[in-house]
């Protein structure tokens, strides 16, 4: 995201108008889309005014301002953000609380409608022509209040994005979802849930979940507690729950930290990318440890405990969390690979392309299922145990600043280049001497780093000293006309080119959990299917080929 303050134009990326026009599709509790960093809305209709103009500043004092300014990504092209056109998106209580969520043919219509008027931003017009504030009018459209809306065409895997929007709420009254008064328009009680159903949650959640976790839902035989709170663990068909009926996800994860109905701090772990609100962790949230084990104080009743078989004994609760044996695998087609460094353009690649179903051999040609990779994490009795993640490789360039300290990279920073800027370096395409969709050997690393010495549409440099992130290393000129590389782990750098995104959900039963089969799952010697399944840290090394490492040499541990 770009800064509040930018000394150039060349430093500002994504700006805060952007986010709310793609991100906020999935952060739709207001706030950042409402108020700027001043704590100003970004534009008070009632005034006519600017959040910046309620403090005395003008538009020429915000041209490269993140707030009120937004960058074309594709060219870098510069405008003020219409604020003014759009309006602000305020809380919308219910994308979470409908009651009755609508699907067209089990599509969650209420994301589709939010998403495609959100993305409209100030194209977005009713069908006589005139323009409709995209921002303003999301939350209505996402409730299907409206007599016609046309979506706009966009490229095959891209969100919706609405051409034309008509208001209208006759329809929601003659339904009974509104109640027209004397004073105004109200909202029928019927329609409100305080609990949210799945879908609601999986409206937001089920792209960024497979695409960082491999996480699925909505199938009983992928997870145990989508089952169990569901009724699908027994033989009794009467007592299933539709999926746009259930509401398993607040089982874990319920709201009210402090006990009042209205506080929305949902309840969470201890995620192992990003630090938001480390003082919450664990607050609230049901583990497996609260809910299964029989000396739990806050036991349910429903839960199974766990049998007294070696599996579950002291020594290995002390290590290992209950998801690293429940969770063996995944299903899910997962994002692998990020790789930014082409063109500008990002390449993914899925874990189908590096890994297989077997554990050892990713070049197996079953690719039914993948492995996570494991890490310490702490758990909520603050003992770090091993815990399944997801490595998400990037493949990224930045701008070394050595800060003045050749020899010493404890106070070095690399700035990751913004997209735009590298299209404009590389023009869009591949460089020579690249000729298989990858920058890796030391000659292509160094043609880009020429490039990257360049100047953009503004006439700045792109990169005084470049840097090619990828496969935890930081390749950069050795100062003779060729490259060299070190590891940033253990240099002082703060920066990363592997992305462990935590995974804890498709909990499997213990007939398909590690150690059903007995202990050689772990301590068989030196292939076994945890500790020494194999997980990629590099996409591409000098030669093309991917590396891998062992969970074994990755974790430090020697199972005996």
Same mark, same amino acid.
């Given at each position: ?8 134009? #060349? !430093? ?5 108008? +952007?986010?709310? =026009? *793609?991100?906020?599709?999935?952060? @739709?509790? &207001?706030? $950042? ?103 303003? #009018? !999301? ?5 299907? +209040?409206?007599? =016609? *809306?046309?979506?706009?065409?966009? @490229?095959? &895997?891209? $969100? ?401």
């Amino acid at each position: 995201m770009a800064g509040k303050t930018n000394p150039n134009e #060349s !430093a500002i990326d994504k700006t805060s108008f +952007w986010w709310v =026009g *793609l991100c906020s599709i999935c952060h @739709p509790g &207001g706030g $950042p889309s409402e108020f700027d960093r001043d704590g100003q809305l970004y534009y008070d209709p009632a005034t006519a005014q600017f959040g910046y103009e309620k403090l005395g500043r003008t538009a020429g004092d915000v041209t490269l301002d993140g707030d009120y300014a937004e960058i074309n990504t594709s060219t870098g092209a510069l405008r003020s953000a219409p604020w003014n056109v759009t309006g602000v998106a305020e809380a919308d209580c219910m994308f979470c609380h409908r009651a009755t969520p609508s699907f067209v043919d089990g599509k969650n219509m209420n994301w589709i409608w939010r998403t495609a008027s959100l993305r409209a931003k100030d194209k977005l017009t009713n069908s006589g022509g005139d323009s409709v504030p995209a921002y303003a #009018s !999301a939350a209505t459209a996402a409730q299907g +209040w409206f007599s =016609g *809306l046309t979506l706009a065409d966009t @490229p095959a &895997g891209k $969100p919706p994005m609405a051409a034309t929007l008509d208001i209208d709420y006759g329809g929601a009254v003659a339904a009974g979802e509104i109640t027209a008064g004397t004073d105004g328009l109200y909202l029928s009680p019927d329609m409100i849930t305080g609990q949210p159903n799945d879908m609601a949650c999986w409206g937001c959640h089920f792209t960024p979940d497979l695409k960082k976790r491999g996480r699925t839902w909505f199938d009983p035989s992928a997870d145990v507690h989508y089952a169990g709170f569901n009724g699908y663990s027994d033989t009794d068909p009467a007592n299933d729950v539709a999926p746009t009926a259930s509401k398993a996800c607040t089982q874990c994860h319920p709201a009210g930290m402090d006990g009042t109905a209205l506080n929305h701090n949902i309840g969470k772990g201890n995620a192992t990318l990003g630090s938001v609100r480390n003082d919450t962790d664990y607050v609230a949230f049901r583990t497996c440890a609260e809910c299964h084990l029989a000396d739990s104080p806050n036991r349910d009743p429903n839960a199974p405990v766990p049998p007294a078989v070696e599996t579950h004994n002291a020594t290995h609760r002390g290590v290992l969390s209950c998801e690293a044996c429940h969770v063996p695998y995944k299903t899910g087609e997962a994002d692998l690979v990020v790789d930014n460094a082409v063109t500008g353009v990002t390449v993914g690649y899925k874990v189908t392309s590096f890994l297989s179903a077997d554990p050892l051999d990713p070049t197996n040609p079953d690719k039914s299922r993948w492995y996570p990779s494991f890490v310490w994490k702490g758990d909520v009795d603050g003992v770090q145990r091993i815990f399944p993640v997801k490595l998400l490789l990037s493949v990224w360039w930045g701008d070394w600043d050595e800060n003045g300290t050749p020899g010493d990279t404890t106070d070095d920073v690399i700035a990751p280049l913004a997209l735009w800027r590298v299209r404009q370096a590389t023009g869009g395409a591949a460089l020579p001497p690249v000729t298989d969709n990858t920058v890796n050997t030391p000659e292509e690393i160094a043609a880009y780093m020429v490039a990257m010495r360049g100047n953009d549409s503004y006439g700045r440099q792109f990169a005084a000293n470049p840097v090619l992130l990828k496969g935890g290393l930081v390749w950069h000129d050795d100062g003779m006309g060729g490259v060299a590389s070190f590891p940033y782990e253990g240099s002082g750098i703060h920066t990363e080119s592997s992305h462990p995104f935590s995974i804890n959900h498709n909990v499997l039963p213990s007939s398909e959990a590690w150690g059903v089969s007995g202990c050689t799952d772990c301590h068989g010697g030196a292939d076994t299917p945890v500790f020494d399944r194999l997980v990629l840290i590099d996409p591409f090394d000098e030669t093309g080929a991917p590396v891998y490492e062992t969970v074994r040499d990755m974790l430090g541990i020697d199972p005996w």
